[in-house]
């Protein structure tokens, strides 16, 4: 099946560790994307990327990494300088810049 | 990013009734997306409009593209109670690298 797969669909850590969310993709888009949902809220962009090798900035960049060494994976790295990590993080996909663009079904962090 | 104003918050209707609800930007958008997003899912895309003045139907769902490139909006028509869940839009401009800025959602809520 083709799509986006984001793993896994729950995970819980304490605090001050890192933990790395993976997000996957087998539809050879070029750009994907990581955001976060709290809530009540809408989704707040963390990093983006429109090519491999190559990633922005979002709005809420800080405490957070990525890379893109591969077309088909764009994982998210949370690390312990993120203050309040507990969120719904969803990562997307699209074919290319002003596309569509296709969610992962979600990974939800806990940190306790 | 660029902020998208999206309304009404939260909507409570009957069965049969029809719905409408807008984003508006103080930018110019390239490409405006329409998600459904239910609880602890990843949004699922509707509708995605590319043009000024583009007006597309997915089924009961009608959306258009702002002539003015600043605003969008999504009816739909004779709802029914799988029509709940929250209703985001999202925007992508040249200008922000294509980067995918969501609007805060619009809850709808369905009673038969």
């Known amino acids: 099946d083709g799509g986006i797969t984001q793993s896994p669909k729950y995970l819980f850590r304490k605090e001050g560790q890192n933990v790395t969310l993976s997000c996957e993709q087998n539809l050879n888009h070029d750009a994907m994307y990581w955001y976060r949902q709290d809530p009540g809220q809408g989704l707040r962009l963390i990093y983006y990327s429109q090519i491999v090798n190559d990633f922005q900035k979002g709005d809420i960049a800080e405490g957070y990494s990525v890379s893109r060494e591969k077309k088909e994976s764009f994982p998210l790295t949370v690390t312990s300088a993120q203050k309040n990590p507990t969120a719904f993080y969803l990562c997307?996909?699209?074919?290319?810049?002003?596309?569509?663009?296709?969610f992962g079904q979600g990974t939800r962090l806990t940190v306790v | 990013g660029q902020q998208l104003n999206q309304s009404p918050q939260s909507m409570f209707i009957q069965e049969g009734e029809d719905v409408s609800m807008n984003c508006t930007s103080s930018?110019?958008?390239?490409?405006w997306l329409w998600y459904k997003q239910e609880p602890g899912e990843g949004p699922v895309l509707l509708i995605a409009l590319y043009k000024a003045g583009e007006l597309t139907s997915n089924g009961r769902l009608t959306a258009q593209f702002g002539i003015t490139r600043k605003d969008s909006f999504l009816n739909i028509s004779a709802s029914i109670p799988s029509d709940v869940g929250i209703y985001f839009c999202?925007?992508?401009?040249?200008?922000?690298?294509?980067?995918?800025?969501f609007g805060k959602g619009t809850s709808l809520l369905v009673t038969p």
């Open positions: 930018s110019i958008f390239n490409t």
């Open positions: 999202a925007g992508q401009s040249l200008n922000s690298g294509y980067a995918l800025n």
């Open positions: 997307a996909s699209a074919g290319g810049a002003g596309t569509e663009a296709f």
